[in-house]
């Protein structure tokens, strides 16, 4: 196993900050600490203290942001005189500065916080903290590579991150766990590397066996997303079967405006063992693209979209008409007799199946040495190819 590589001299702390959009509103909100909150303009001059406890009134007039009442400027920040003292703000806590940006009518709401704060309240919410220490940790390293990655990516833009799915769910200090802050303290200011740069570390909730390639994804090669096994066993999102019917695929076809009439057959190759890529699947078996053939014609979807329009979790499946797979064969059928077809969907993992899978990190975790205290370097070079692990801070 490889090491971390750290720098040759010690070196001062220069933890960066992340901007993270909470939301955009029109209409006020009241946000409050248990300590006296400095009010600065766009120019960082201070304009008043607000004192500790005081449910303080933000909203935006005429293009600029009122605070109390009074209209200051179009950018204006509220920071707490304590850096330790977390702020309240629609029911959650939060470290660092709040940032207030008057945008088109509206007030965009930014939390400006450093980096290894702002982990505290993300590792928790995209792993379950009774799961193995290295996998906490390998999320830690994950997430902080993500949150650095688009930081990079959306350096001239008005903020980093949002607090959702878009990017990293963030819930604050009132989403925090021990053991997640555990792991973001042990890992503090390791990043994963490609090229000397911090690569985009995506990561997704199950690779239910094995993950993919990103070109067969997104259609672009990245050289450290590359398909390998994983070891998610044994979980409802490992595998899963959906029931429908034909003419429910049909309804729901239509609706995404890939109607063919009564549907009578699918193209597509049946799922085989992972490694065997075909053109229309991708190394791990995820559908890069099927064919619905109907009456009145025929449609390719693609994989991402077919997912979406049926609802699924991954897009590594098959399709079973009138063949119930928990008791056949597990041979795929695609053809309709066009009565009351039964139509299976059997399926694996959740998610896009790039880069690091959760529950396979986790089952890794589980079957490490316990005298291996840093074996989520290991998962982690395992889910990304070819990186270097480095303390960057």
């Known amino acids: 196993m490889g090491s971390v590589v750290t720098p040759a001299t010690e070196r001062k702390e220069n933890m960066p900050n992340v901007r993270v959009l909470l939301g955009s509103r ?14 600065l303009n766009s120019g960082n001059g201070q304009v008043s203290t607000i004192s500790a406890n005081r449910g303080t009134s933000i909203g935006v007039r005429g293009g600029k942001i009122a605070v109390n009442g009074k209209t200051i400027d179009s950018v204006v920040t509220l920071k707490p005189a304590n850096s330790d003292a977390p702020f309240l703000f629609e029911g959650k806590g939060y470290r660092g500065g709040l940032t207030l940006r008057a945008n088109n ?38 997430a902080r590579t993500y949150a650095l990655h688009t930081m990079e990516q959306n350096k001239g833009k008005f903020y980093d991150v949002s607090n959702s799915t878009d990017h990293q769910v963030y819930s604050g200090v009132s989403g925090e766990s021990q053991a997640t802050t555990n792991a973001v ?68 076809l239509n609706a995404a405006s890939k109607g063919v009439g009564k549907l009578k057959s699918i193209q597509l190759t049946p799922l085989g063992k992972p490694g065997q890529q075909t053109y229309d699947r991708g190394v791990s078996g995820r559908i890069k693209s099927a ?38 064969t597990g041979k795929a059928y695609h053809s309709f007799t066009g009565k009351n077809d039964t139509v299976y969907i059997k399926g694996h993992g959740w998610g896009h199946g790039l880069g690091m899978s959760q529950w396979g990190a986790a089952e890794m975790a589980k079957r490490a ?17 070819g990186i270097t692990l480095k303390k960057m801070y």
């Open 291 to 328: 064919t619905f053939i109907g009456t009145s014609g025929k449609t390719t979807v693609d994989g991402d979209a077919l997912r979406s329009i049926l609802g699924l979790k991954s897009t590594l499946f098959d399709f079973y008409v009138n063949h119930n797979p928990a008791k056949g």
């Open 369 to 385: 040495n316990p005298g291996d205290t840093n074996y989520y370097q290991t998962i982690l070079r395992h889910y990304y190819s």
């Open 26 to 39: 029109s209409s006020d909100a009241t946000v409050t600490s248990t300590a006296n909150m400095v009010v």
């Open 105 to 142: 009518g509206t007030m965009m709401i930014i939390n400006s916080v450093p980096l290894e704060d702002y982990l505290y309240g993300v590792v928790p919410q995209e792993v379950v903290p009774s799961w193995p220490a290295a996998a906490l940790e390998a999320q830690a390293v994950a």
């Open 185 to 252: 303290n042990k890992t503090k200011g390791i990043v994963m590397l490609y090229d000397q740069r911090p690569i985009n570390a995506l990561f997704h909730s199950d690779g239910g066996g094995y993950t993919e390639d990103s070109v067969n994804v997104w259609g672009s090669d990245v050289p450290y997303l590359k398909g390998v096994k994983d070891f998610s066993t044994g979980t409802s999102t490992s595998n899963w079967t959906v029931t429908t019917s034909r003419q429910a695929l049909e309804s729901k």
